[in-house]
């Protein structure tokens, strides 16, 4: 007993020196990715970096079609923009051979590796998001990657969501974990999910069983604190489910002047469709929310307007919340285009359950983090955030219905600007406490 | 040829003395049933009044089965009112044996007269309508019924819409036909209808095959006009489709606050359906017509409301019109109920096609009454009325299937109020004047 | 201090055997009030009844202006209903002297009476709601007030959320408080609000100052417990803010047919103010709720309508979600006013602010009622009740603006049918630990 | 009076040969026109060859601010596109003087021409209007433009309702006005209006009192009809008064998940006007149109969306209808910005009053031009067009207001494809028969 604490102490040990020594490696790999930036489905770049760094190490990529579920694939762009997207990738130094291996597993991003334990064990499962936004990052002079000069070469295109932080961590870590495989019990899985913005790539994930026999799932993600970081929460609850989602209503043009009676009105039937919806917005188990972000409708002023879209999401604090504000909303698009004669279509780009960590696991990681990493200024067992989703939900679902448990780790710093702001960023200092962060989380799963 | 104009300026002669001998029966019947106004299918009394006066004159009245359709009939109060109204009537003087006689044939007011001609000829019907108003008729001194002392008996029932009037108009024209009959070709039917009011009545009258036979169908209205009457217009255009329809939605209650989500919302059901209706009110065909008239819904104000009811009408200026917009108006309300998951109902309570008379048959009426009637001061062929409806367009729709004709009189008087108001009364006077109009327009019919 | 600790001891059990030796009052004082309910502002005989049993003893009931403050009342029947009440309730067994001085003093229901204590001491207040709702009791055999013969005696109005027990736990507790006062330190009052449903009596009360004085404010409810009880829960949060309000618009009616343009609508006016309004319901600061429960409108199908009513109400987590959630309501009716040329008015029937009391005072009653009161089976620090409103909130809101604090007691039950219910009915020995745990509460605040 | 008579006769057949010398001129422009078509406040090019073509004729072009009120054009395009357009018409061939004349004149397209009789007289303005539409011209082979090598050069746009022919007409007819103006009495005014599409352009005519000394008003317009033509039609009423408008919301932004209290929502407030301004389309004066034709809002799926707009027109029978429809939508729509705290701004892009050309002159004229016109096969006195608009309207006000009268002719052909069509087209022997008929217009206005 006395000796199996030292051998673990001493395996701690020379884990979190490895990351003291790649604090660099997560600095640089960061901003790599932070200047060029990909958006969900289109992370071939990405993907190629990840991949080669840590075939590098040793590690074998797993990819496209064996960790993508082609049928639950929400939210990916059109062939066109596929196309270009894979020709900018190389253009901005994707490794062909990679990229080429990507494709021949069917053109799905993200990633995933695993590193098998010296001795038998659980199996421990990792998953980090790698996607930008479509943001234009600010030129502000005061802004970080300005005058670091790693600000986005992709127009439009901006890591606003710290997922270049994120994957950085976990390259780092798997490389850490692979160099280090002996000294750890059972297997861990390293996974870089595409897509999560929107929430569109993780049921794909899930869905090809890559969380299967997975016993404990883990997932991090850098959030805003007040207080001074760096520090760790487990977001015990509050995950909101969601699903992002499209309407269209076709209807018939005519002469708005001459025979009005012709037409099918579209945009009535969207109109009747939104009012309708509102009134599902109380649910005595929990926030729910539903909101009409963007909507475009009609050709000319005087010809009854034959189409008419919308994008929507909607959200719960529990998943049975958002499944039945989901299920009225379609029924109002429904019956709205019954109203005015439409024919209607509903497009769901992105969907995640409600959900967040085990409360005890999430204590007890943040009472190791405090002790092991010293960066952790502080730390607090659970963190109730309102209003975001995360598709890591699926991964934790997935676990626990097998009898697994998982817990979702917010790496807490204060960030200058919010989440998705053209300015945002954080302090680099975060990524190396991150991986620490992961290693520390180890030693409550039965691997260290 | 010379004879025949003879004979028939002396038969004409005879009819137009007989309605002037009768000039005090018009007056002494409308006065008696303007003191018992009966409203729609409760017209049990004025029955009982007309086949009394009528079969007194040697004719045989047709009543209840023999003149409506069960399968028809709209918008007929329930039993416990009916047997009040019957018992009314019966306190009001009408003869028990014909009250007997219409119980026997199902309970169902109005009737009708056959006048056989003596020579061969076409067959001519008039329609009279028979019921009032729910309206409290005023109390004021100058109302002429209050003067000469025959306001009316029944609270809350007026005849504010001459339908008084009509039928005495009809009751002194068939007896002076019935008297005189050997100098009519062909036949004449004198239709005494019920429940005009609300257009719940001609429906089931016509599909009895009551006008299947007739060649020329003719109906009368007393109207206001601005320039001195009395007056006729042939009313060519401009009768109203509608159709009286209520709508219910059943939901389920709910806690409002503890579980709004358990509710299926039945007020906004209601609120959804009216809103999308009004998106179907333009056709390049002409005017049509939607009201939402009442609404009544809920228990509670702090229960999700589980019931909600709205009575409405359409209308449109060509049937075509009325039915586009009634169907629409029926897809909403089925379309609402399935987006709150409510349970929908909806009631007919009156209908009636679009239409008007025979523009030809309209201008030869109107010229032979300014000829033959001194009291008609001045005529018009046509008259366009926007706005109201009459289901006298059933029988017209009916007789012009077979080929026939027919023509709807507008008796135009200077009203001192409008249609339906608490101070409605008419000149007098009119009544004369719309029998001998009556027998003036048979000679355009070949009757006379 | 050791005699200190045995005095207070003494005293405490003096009290409880008094509470032991009334319990046959409770049930007594309970089946009284039970079989002749009062709803809001009509509690004439209840008031009475309090008034007589409580100055049997020694005290002086303050009534009517004293207690109320005029300006403040919510949602009062009009002066009909009032006089029929009083009526009622003389013929019921009121006391004709008492209900006199209660006319005296501006009709208005509810009573107070303060015990001075014998020794310094802080200010203790209770406040017992009295009021019963209009609901039909249930004529089922098994239900108890039927078996034991004291069912209401007055048709539609039934005591279904146990303020009559509540009232009778008051009444007692005052009674042995004067009887024992100088035992007690500082001052004790026991306030007996009217018109708790609807939340409609307290905030008079409060604006009478009548809390201006208090340290610690308490109130108690009966509430159902899905474990077995007696039990005691702090209600610590989750007492909505409320406000119950009524709309109507008012506009010119018009034919439908024939001169829609002339119409103002009313129906539309409020279809389209309900439909904006479900577009404020989403609060990240917490639950809000908005119910229509009722409406009504218009006069008859073919005229545009003129008139709508709706009595709706609104609810939050917080205040200001209330606040916010309540004035988007009022922009949608005044907004929807001018769109529809209507005017428009609202009427607040009842009104509370959020709230509940503090955490820490209810945790230190419930561990003393746990010791103290051995009918209580179990005790628990907090509960929190989503969905519900009580006007007790005014008091605790008035007390901690002075720096005073409070807490809202849940005595839980296992009740056979839940809240409002025409078989709610509560097992009878709750009334004692009620009293008792009144007692226990005490000494919590400094006054034994 | 022979004398005169012969004069006349003698005068009108010089016209008359001259129309059918120039036939080929009205081709030949017509042509050009459609291959370089100019949609509203863009018809550099189309005025420079006005201007040209009657300038070498001896006219005098006014232009510019000196027919066109600057305060009340609608519509106008902005700067930028102004100046891209300028460019193409120089591009294509537009006189380069006449254009700088244009530009100094405030650059607004449109020409006006005065010919002055020989002899005292009337004033009689004729009125052609001469923009394109936004419409991709068709390219199938058997389109005539196509086959004859005359189909539109400028991507988008096209000549299809007719104002090519209409110039053309107005063009030639000027022409020959002028060369034999000795045989006219009075003046003639032939006025080119830009912008007529969306009626945008007349308003700001009238306003800069270029019909204030009018006597005869006179508009042509090519309709087509379903029996042969060419044929000639008074269009007596019928034209529809109409505004043609945008409406803006701006709220405020806020995250949909985590603050939607926080947001002002501008799609919300869009659906709420456009629901409630479709509560006002019934009207017993005539005919009411309202239509949302396109909408466009917010900008991304999880924020609450901050802009919302809508192009929507207004059209009614009588400018009464109209004018109360816009009134009451322009309330809905400061009413629905109130209800969501947005800011509103509505654009008004294009109106125009209802009316027609006064009956008797229609069929003076059309009984002429049957006589005196031999392409015209038949004419009729009156057509009725429901559902059209044209703001030839607001001269036909003008003139009426200082007690003069007007014309608006339909010129009938049996077009194979409806107006504004991608195929539109029409037989070009209707040009000369055009001219003919103006020409024969003026034997009723005194001018010949």
Same mark, same amino acid.
């Given at each position: 007993?006395?000796? #199996?604490?030292?051998?673990?102490?001493?395996?701690?040990?020379?884990?979190?020196?490895?990351?003291?020594?790649?604090?660099?490696?997560?600095?640089?790999?960061?901003?790599?990715?932070?200047?060029?930036?990909?958006?969900?489905?289109?992370?071939?770049?990405?993907?190629?970096?990840?991949?080669?760094?840590?075939?590098?190490?040793?590690?074998?990529?797993?990819?496209?079609?064996?960790?993508?579920?082609?049928?639950?694939?929400?939210?990916?762009?059109?062939?066109?923009?596929?196309?270009?997207?894979?020709?900018?990738?190389?253009?901005?130094?994707?490794?062909?051979?990679?990229?080429?291996?990507?494709?021949?597993?069917?053109?799905? $991003?993200?990633?995933?590796?695993?590193?098998?334990?010296?001795?038998?064990?659980?199996?421990?499962?990792?998953?980090?998001?790698?996607?930008?936004?479509?943001?234009?990052?600010?030129?502000?002079?005061?802004?970080?990657?300005?005058?670091?000069?790693?600000?986005?070469?992709?127009?439009?295109?901006?890591?606003?969501?710290?997922?270049?932080?994120?994957?950085?961590?976990?390259?780092?870590?798997?490389?850490?974990?692979?160099?280090?495989?002996?000294?750890?019990?059972?297997?861990?899985?390293?996974?870089?999910?595409?897509?999560?913005? @929107?929430?569109?790539?993780?049921?794909?994930?899930?869905?090809?069983?890559?969380?299967?026999?997975?016993?404990?799932?883990?997932?991090?993600?850098?959030?805003?604190?007040?207080?001074?970081?760096?520090?760790?929460?487990?977001?015990?609850?509050?995950?909101?489910? $969601?699903?992002?989602?499209?309407?269209?209503?076709?209807?018939?043009?005519?002469?708005?002047?001459?025979?009005?009676?012709?037409?099918?009105?579209?945009?009535?039937?969207?109109?009747?469709?939104?009012?309708?919806?509102? @009134?599902?917005?109380?649910?005595?188990?929990?926030?729910?929310?539903?909101?009409?972000?963007?909507?475009?409708?009609? $050709?000319?002023?005087?010809?009854?307007?034959?189409?008419?879209?919308?994008?929507?999401?909607?959200?719960?604090?529990? #998943?049975?919340?958002?499944?039945?504000?989901?299920?009225?909303?379609?029924?109002?698009?429904?019956?709205?285009?019954?109203?005015?004669?439409?024919?209607?279509?509903?497009?769901?780009?992105?969907?995640?359950?409600?959900?967040?960590?085990?409360?005890?696991?999430?204590?007890?990681?943040?009472?190791?983090?405090?002790?092991?990493?010293?960066?952790?200024?502080? %730390?607090?067992?659970?963190?109730?955030?309102?209003?975001?989703?995360?598709?890591?939900?699926?991964?934790?679902?997935?676990?626990?219905?097998?009898?697994?448990?998982?817990?979702?780790?917010?790496?807490?710093?204060?960030?200058?600007?919010?989440?998705?702001?053209?300015?945002?960023?954080?302090?680099? %200092?975060?990524? %190396?406490?991150?991986?620490?962060?992961?290693?520390?989380?180890?030693?409550?799963?039965?691997?260290?």
């Amino acid at each position: 007993m006395k000796n #199996t604490e030292k051998a673990e102490k001493k395996a701690l040990k020379v884990l979190m020196d490895a990351a003291d020594r790649l604090a660099g490696d997560c600095v640089r790999i960061r901003r790599d990715l932070h200047e060029y930036p990909e958006t969900g489905w289109t992370e071939f770049r990405t993907t190629c970096r990840i991949a080669g760094y840590l075939e590098t190490a040793g590690l074998k990529a797993a990819l496209g079609r064996d960790i993508i579920a082609e049928d639950h694939v929400m939210g990916r762009p059109g062939e066109e923009i596929l196309t270009e997207q894979r020709l900018r990738a190389l253009a901005q130094g994707a490794d062909p051979a990679l990229l080429r291996r990507v494709e021949e597993a069917g053109g799905y $991003t993200g990633a995933a590796f695993e590193i098998e334990g010296g001795r038998p064990g659980p199996t421990v499962a990792f998953r980090f998001d790698m996607d930008a936004l479509p943001v234009e990052e600010t030129e502000d002079r005061d802004h970080v990657p300005n005058q670091m000069d790693f600000r986005s070469k992709n127009p439009g295109c901006m890591h606003a969501c710290g997922h270049d932080g994120h994957t950085a961590i976990g390259m780092v870590l798997a490389r850490i974990l692979q160099e280090n495989r002996k000294l750890l019990k059972g297997k861990v899985k390293v996974i870089f999910q595409p897509a999560e913005e @929107g929430v569109k790539g993780a049921l794909a994930m899930v869905e090809s069983g890559i969380a299967d026999d997975v016993d404990v799932m883990l997932g991090m993600h850098i959030y805003p604190t007040e207080k001074e970081g760096p520090a760790l929460a487990g977001t015990q609850t509050g995950l909101l489910a $969601t699903t992002k989602w499209s309407a269209t209503f076709t209807g018939k043009p005519a002469h708005a002047g001459g025979a009005p009676q012709e037409g099918h009105n579209a945009i009535l039937a969207a109109v009747a469709a939104i009012s309708a919806m509102n @009134g599902f917005l109380q649910d005595g188990r929990g926030a729910s929310r539903l909101n009409v972000g963007t909507i475009s409708g009609g $050709t000319a002023r005087n010809v009854i307007p034959a189409s008419c879209t919308f994008q929507a999401e909607t959200r719960g604090a529990e #998943t049975a919340v958002e499944t039945r504000l989901f299920d009225r909303a379609k029924a109002c698009v429904r019956a709205a285009a019954e109203m005015y004669e439409c024919s209607w279509d509903m497009e769901i780009e992105g969907k995640s359950p409600a959900g967040g960590g085990e409360e005890e696991l999430a204590g007890k990681i943040a009472a190791a983090a405090e002790q092991m990493v010293p960066e952790i200024r502080w %730390s607090q067992k659970v963190q109730v955030n309102t209003g975001t989703a995360d598709d890591f939900c699926f991964f934790l679902d997935r676990v626990r219905s097998h009898g697994g448990t998982g817990s979702y780790m917010a790496l807490l710093g204060n960030l200058p600007d919010g989440l998705h702001s053209s300015r945002y960023d954080f302090d680099e %200092s975060l990524l %190396s406490a991150g991986v620490k962060t992961c290693i520390a989380a180890l030693t409550q799963t039965g691997t260290l």
